[in-house]
């Protein structure tokens, strides 16, 4: 059973519906590309679809190592972890929704439907409670008063 600080950045990251997935090009270049999470598992597993001939799949097939950024609001996570291709045809039904079929209309069993499983194996995150306006005012009050902004909750946690 994972502990309360992989609890949490599992919680938060189950609630930002899209992010960042970045990956290793074969001259070492780090790139990244919008993708929407289908799943957050509690054992720190990301789950998204992709096009079997795409970019990402063929690098993630070159070098799994692979980051995961997530954004909403004030609340940041980010995952450093190994990126496999499955090709399960019971898991895509499962994480199959209306989101996926405008990016793969053929349906989940097309032949070029694949899913990513990202295995994170550490991440961080920055969680301000209350919001952007919360966040808004400990700005003005760092300004005002010139101490130091305090960011919310912070923690480097490993999956």
Known sequence: MPGTEQQKI???ARGIPFGWLTTVTDDGRLVSRPMSPREVTDDGEIWYFAER???DASEIS???NVGVTLNSGSTFVSFAGVAELVDDAARKDELWDAAVEAWLPDGPQSPNAILIKVT??????WDSPGGRLATLISFVKA???GERYEGGENETVTL
Do not use: C, F, Q, V
């Open 143 to 145: 300004k005002a008063t």
């Open 53 to 55: 001939d795409s970019r």
């Open 120 to 125: 994170a194996e550490s991440g961080e995150y």
């Open 10 to 12: 599992i919680e938060l």
């Open 62 to 64: 070159a070098n799994a």
